[in-house]
């Protein structure tokens, strides 16, 4: 490829910044000053730690030793005693569904099902509690854990429900299966043609639909679905907040707006009602870019100042005057999906063993074709907008590079920092390329737990110990951020994150890819320093440093003193958003 370097991934690597007096102004009096506790700044590859931290107006405004935090604490000070317990950035999810999520907490759960049955019976209370006229809709089953080895199928479901629609989605979100009744609603027969990186399971002659769908060809039975409106738009939006506070995060994601036909409306519901009181970035679905980027303007013209100076609408102020956000919402790239999930990821030499039901040399398949991502890179490079990418095989690495190739000969090099979620697989040639152009992965070092031996098993040995190659970035001076991807994972955990990404151990208890193992410092920077840096949020966020904003999370335990093997077990105790508590334990 040729494309220069950006200068500006050598700042995550720099050397070690020595502790001092960082008080933005001698006259300032905090509001709040912590201390009694470990404070890890996150500013420089090694560890640091300050004895005090002082916040006034929703900034810190000092970071560094007890003694000369003096400087800033005056009568109206409130001294915060952390007892032993460990403050750090709140933390930043890079690749996470909050609004996806926020629907499925009125969903029926189906994480841990053992069987067909326990799924049909949960599926079936849920039917008891759906309002009329609403579909009765399930998540998070997996097909290999449960005994029978497969989804439901449309007969199955049928019972649950045989004169409403019925969906059930997979805890990766990419396959699911549903009843007559959802397909009637969503016009999908026999006969409809399967969509390019997707497909809808038929039963034996073609004639009939099974069931279960596949990629693209269950978003478009998603996309049906009847919008959240009222309360229960609001509910959306506020539960998901609870949650991802809950887990110490102070800045969200929802990677894929537009998966449901109303994501936009919820989202601007939530910005006219300022419900949020964490930010969320928001990247938009490939599909309704268009749709976004119009509501975006609107919201943007309704907020912006009148030449008077007022307000055409209230924008909730931000200590950072970051213009981006309105109301805690900040529209900030676009997603596409260049592949799918563990069973379906597209790579260039075939799996190791098939997935059920694949035959032959079998690759997996790509969702888009070439000229759809060239497009977007062609429209979007030279903007402020960021491309994400799910990808998990390294045929859709591939396609992804080609695409930037593609628009640095045409557009020149630029800061763009395009995400690659997931890059589960990356050959040591991509890596050198993601280097040149700026390209930064967002791991999913959780799904080891759940699918690591799935991945020895289907991907072959060599690809499983080299997948999420967070060892290879560190040593290349190259910087990666975890995320969850929730509700792909459980919960929107943070810290599950940093125990995975340290101890990479499956649920047999095997250790996937011992080499690629790093130090739970380097995970917590995943998720705070470098996940500022990705969201291009550097200047105000991931580290405890004067000037940024006052995103805080405080821990039962100090993740770097503890074994290992624990660190998804700590609490957290307290989360703080621009110096306001958002969530208390």
């Known amino acids: 490829m040729r494309c220069g370097r950006p200068t500006a991934i050598s700042f995550l690597f720099a050397s070690v910044l020595s502790l001092t007096i960082v008080a933005t102004s001698r006259g300032d009096v905090a509001d709040t000053l912590y201390t009694g506790g470990d404070i890890i700044t996150m500013r420089g590859p090694q560890p640091e730690m300050a004895e005090a931290l002082a916040v006034k107006n929703g900034k810190i405004v000092f970071v560094g030793p007890l003694a000369e935090a003096k400087a800033v604490v005056g009568p109206a000070t409130t001294t915060i005693d952390l007892a032993g317990k460990t403050l750090l950035p709140g933390f930043i999810d890079t690749h996470g569904h909050f609004v996806y999520f926020g629907k499925n907490l009125v969903d029926a759960d189906l994480f841990g099902c053992t069987d067909i049955p326990d799924l049909l019976t949960r599926m079936r209370r849920q039917a008891e509690r759906t309002p009329a006229g609403a579909w009765i809709v399930g998540f998070g ?29 997979d805890s990766s979100g990419h396959l699911g299966a549903g009843n007559s009744r959802v397909f009637d609603v969503a016009g999908i027969t026999a006969d409809t043609p399967n969509p390019e990186g997707g497909s809808f399971t038929r039963k034996a002659g073609g004639t009939s639909l099974a069931g ?50 109303d994501d936009i409306e919820v989202v601007v519901n939530a910005i006219d009602k300022n419900l949020l009181p964490i930010d969320l970035y928001i990247a938009a679905k490939d599909s309704t870019v268009d749709d976004t980027l119009t509501a975006a303007y609107g919201v943007a013209s309704a907020y912006n100042p009148k030449p008077d100076g007022t307000l055409e609408k209230l924008r909730a102020a931000r200590t950072d005057l970051d213009k981006r956000y309105v109301n805690r919402v900040r529209l900030g790239g676009i997603k596409f ?73 045409k557009h020149g090099m630029r800061d763009a920092r395009p995400v690659f979620v997931h890059a589960s697989w990356l050959r040591p040639d991509q890596i050198e390329k993601m280097k040149t152009c700026g390209a930064i992965p967002s791991f999913l070092p959780s799904g080891i737990v759940p699918g ?27 910087p990666f951020t975890f995320s969850h991807d929730a509700p792909v994972s459980p919960q929107p955990w943070i810290l599950a994150l940093v125990d995975a990404g340290t101890n990479r151990q499956s649920a047999s208890g095997q250790v996937i890819g011992p080499d690629e193992r790093i130090s739970p410092y380097d995970g917590l920077r995943a998720v705070t320093a470098m996940a500022a840096y990705q969201l291009k949020e550097e200047k105000t966020k991931g580290t405890l440093e004067a000037g940024k904003l006052a995103d805080l999370v405080i821990l039962e335990k100090n993740p770097l003193k503890v074994d290992p093997v624990t660190i998804k077990d700590i609490a957290v105790v307290e989360t703080i958003k621009e110096g306001k508590t958002v969530f208390r334990r």
């Open 337 to 409: 999906w260049l592949d799918g999930s563990i069973d379906t990821a597209w790579f260039t030499k075939p799996y190791a063993t098939n997935p059920p039901g694949k035959t032959g040399g079998y690759s997996g398949f790509r969702q888009i074709p070439d000229e759809v991502i060239d497009a977007a890179f062609d429209r979007f490079w030279p903007t402020e907008m960021q491309i994400h990418m799910h990808m998990n095989g390294d045929a859709a690495a591939d396609q992804a590079l080609a695409a930037i190739d593609k628009a640095v000969k």
């Open 141 to 169: 089953y997996q097909p290999r854990q449960m005994k029978e080895n497969r989804a439901p199928t449309i007969e199955e479901l049928n019972g649950v429900a045989a004169d409403r629609p019925v969906m059930i989605v």
């Open 452 to 478: 690591g031996d799935g991945v020895v098993r289907l991907w072959g040995p060599e690809r499983a110990a080299g997948s999420m190659a967070t060892r290879t970035f560190l040593r290349a001076g190259l």
């Open 212 to 261: 279960p769908m596949e990629e693209t060809a269950l978003n478009a039975v998603r996309s049906k679905r009847p919008p959240f409106t009222g309360e229960l738009a609001d509910a959306v939006i506020t539960g998901a907040a609870t949650l991802w506070a809950r887990y110490g995060q102070t800045t969200a994601m929802e990677a894929g707006l537009g998966l449901g036909s």
